[in-house]
Nanobody, 125 residues
């Protein structure tokens, strides 16, 4: 069982930056691949970025490549999403999620067993 708590969301102007954090409970954090998803009003939940259990492999949706960076600190049971050059279209609720399959980085929500409650990111133009 893993419990996830996101933080770091907020209101920022276009071009600004935010860093999201996701703190995980339990001692088995390193046994999970981790992902960040987002969901805007009226839209489906979208994969944003994923990271392998060791942090050695990362994936990003094309729309955030070069602007967002996912990382993890297994000693602190925390995964991060650094978001730079934010755009109004990045506005959404951002969720972190844990997948016990450490051999892949899934990009669909139903592959993830555990979810945080979400944190709102609003980018004004």
């Amino acid at each position: 069982q893993v419990q996830l708590v996101e933080s770091g969301g907020g209101l920022v102007q276009a071009g600004g930056s935010l860093r999201l954090s996701c703190a995980a409970s339990g001692r088995t954090f390193s046994r999970y691949s981790m992902g960040w998803f987002r969901q805007a009003p009226g839209k489906e939940r979208e994969f944003v970025a994923g990271i392998s259990w060791s942090g050695g492999i990362t994936y990003y949706v094309d729309s955030v490549k070069g602007r967002f960076t996912i990382s993890r600190d297994n000693a602190k049971n925390t995964v991060y999403l650094q978001m730079n050059s934010l755009k109004p279209e990045d506005t959404a609720v951002y969720y972190c999620a844990a997948d016990p399959n450490i051999w892949t980085i899934a990009r669909v929500p139903n592959k993830y067993n555990y979810w945080g409650q979400g944190t709102q990111v609003t980018v004004s133009s």
